[in-house]
């Protein structure tokens, strides 16, 4: 005779609710921090590794060319000037097969919050005296506070304007020469090529491995909060998981040391001198030296523009 509770159909069991259990705990947040950073990673690798104009040219040449025109940017007054180099610099990213919304949400979601503090008191007649272009309020009279002059009429300039666009293109040019520099290139092929501006190998040596080992200890938490959560049915006081965190970061931190160990010694019995070795050579060929030649131009170009023709 079959007992009734095995034809009755299954039922789910709600794990208890609880003032935790409302939102993402620190689990949650912990994973989904972690999984952000290998997501940002791998795109940037992905992209690394498509065909396209930046791709193709030889690692050295391609950091030493952008870091050229970002001096070039640093040197732009006019704002149109600026604005065109941000503009020619959107169309790299296209020639480069990087993802255009991608990257201008890449940019310009650190740039708001980097400039909006300079920016915004820049704006107004107060810091930078001017044409007003729009009044917003009154306060009666002028105040003075030492050095400081704050007038009856508080209002935006238009050379406030001016210098806010100026300082906002200058910013999201320069922020996305960088951007679009890490991901057109490995980064194995990005610390190599630091040997061109005399950068020690061992310093080279050293970012590179702390860049990989740090891939590998994110991939460690994320693995170690994913397995906490698959087995948690019901969260423990606020102490009992304060304990489980500070001894997840007790072996963490062990682990790092040992595999710090394991890693020299594999290095030593592998005859590690203190000096790096890469497997393949950079070698520059005829594209790489039209593209030197056609920056130089570019740049040329553009800061006789702006110095001569361009309104500042």
Not at 118 to 130: E, K, M, Q, R
Not at 239 to 262: H, I, N, P
Request: glycine share 8%.
């Amino acid at each position: 005779m079959i007992p009734d509770w095995l034809t009755q159909d299954n039922a789910a069991v709600p794990l208890p609710l609880g003032p935790r259990n409302n939102g993402k705990g620190f689990v949650e947040r912990t994973i989904d921090a972690t999984a952000g950073f290998l997501r940002d990673a791998i795109v940037s690798e992905a992209a690394a590794k498509r065909q396209g104009l930046l791709q193709a040219l030889d690692p050295r040449v391609r950091l030493a060319t952008l870091l050229a025109l970002i001096v070039c940017v640093s040197l732009l007054h006019s704002p149109v000037a600026i604005w065109g180099m941000y503009l020619f610099v959107l169309l790299l990213a296209v020639a480069s097969s990087v993802p255009l919304l991608f990257f201008i949400k890449r940019v310009w979601l650190f740039i708001p919050l980097f400039s909006a503090v300079i920016v915004i008191p820049a704006l107004f007649n107060v810091v930078t005296p001017g044409d007003v272009l729009w009044t917003i309020g009154h306060l009666g009279q002028s105040h003075d506070f030492g050095p400081y002059h704050i007038p009856e009429t508080i209002s935006i300039t238009r050379q406030g304007l001016l210098v806010a666009l100026t300082f906002i293109g200058r910013v999201a040019a320069s922020v996305s020469l960088a951007v679009l520099l890490t991901l057109t290139t490995r980064r194995s092929d990005l610390l190599r090529a630091l040997v061109v501006f005399r950068v020690p190998q061992i310093f080279i040596l050293i970012l590179g491995m702390t860049y990989r080992y740090i891939i590998l200890l994110v991939q460690s938490v994320q693995n170690i909060h994913t397995a906490r959560r698959s087995r948690t049915l019901r969260y423990g006081s606020a102490g009992t998981e304060q304990r489980w965190v500070a001894s997840r970061m007790g072996y963490l931190f062990k682990k790092t040391w040992l595999m710090s160990q394991e890693v020299h010694r594999a290095m030593l019995s592998r005859g590690f001198s203190g000096e790096g070795r890469a497997l393949s050579v950079f070698r520059a060929g005829n594209y790489d030296y039209a593209w030197c030649l056609f920056v130089v131009l570019v740049c040329i170009g553009v800061l006789v523009l702006d110095h001569g023709v361009l309104p500042n």
